[in-house]
């Protein structure tokens, strides 16, 4: 796999959580690389209607424009998102 493009962010979400994404644009696809319940989880872009989905296991990391949230959707359709109101404040 080669990797044709990556950028970093940091986003802040609610509860004054910093996660740190980092994107990978390759000749396979798009990636994203997250740390999730402890542990860093590369997420896969799937089709979406709207913005972004990456998915990893149970987890969607969902993002449009600076924005963003992740999911567990083992918890239900109407469950509260796991990092909820993300929002994008600096590259690294």
């Known amino acids: ?3 044709q493009s990556q950028q970093r962010l940091i986003y802040r979400c609610a509860g004054d959580v910093r996660l740190p ?3 990978l644009n390759t000749n396979a696809g798009a ?3 997250l740390p ?3 542990k860093r989880q590369l997420f896969v872009s799937v089709v979406a209607a709207s913005g972004v989905k990456y998915v990893a296991g149970h987890y969607v990391w969902w993002s ?3 924005e963003g949230f992740l999911a567990d959707e083992t918890l239900g359709e109407d469950a509260e998102p ?3 109101d993300c929002k994008q404040i600096e590259k690294w």
């Open 1 to 3: 796999v080669k990797i």
């Open 21 to 23: 994404v980092r994107y």
């Open 31 to 33: 990636f994203a690389y």
């Open 36 to 38: 999730v319940a402890g």
């Open 64 to 66: 449009k424009g600076n």
């Open 82 to 84: 796991v990092l909820k």
